[in-house]
């Protein structure tokens, strides 16, 4: 019976001095990161370059603008500028980065 009571008792003690407060922290961290990123993204004005992306491959030759088209590059290019972007971002934050 004393051998159950102490694996009760560290276990609660594990779950409630080590793991609880964990979440909490990586919650507000991970709240803190998806709701600011939008924001700064918004404030350096990366929309415009990202969506502008798609813009520029219609100066191609059809032969190479087929492939890329084909390729989906264009959208490949706004995934990697953005992610790039989010990273950038991510990295300024003074407890992430």
């Known amino acids: 019976m004393v051998a159950i009571l102490a694996f009760l ?4 003690a594990f779950v409630f001095g080590k ?3 964990k979440f909490f922290a990586f919650f507000a961290l991970y709240f803190i990161v998806a709701e600011f990123t939008p924001i700064l993204i918004d404030l350096i004005g990366a929309n415009g370059i990202i969506s502008n992306i798609s813009q520029l491959f219609n100066g191609l030759p059809t032969m190479a603008l087929y492939f890329l088209s084909l390729l989906k590059v264009g959208t490949g290019m706004q995934i990697i500028f953005s992610a790039y972007i989010t990273r950038f971002i991510i990295r300024r934050i003074p407890v992430i980065g």
């Open 9 to 12: 008792k560290g276990s609660l």
């Open 19 to 21: 793991m609880i407060p």
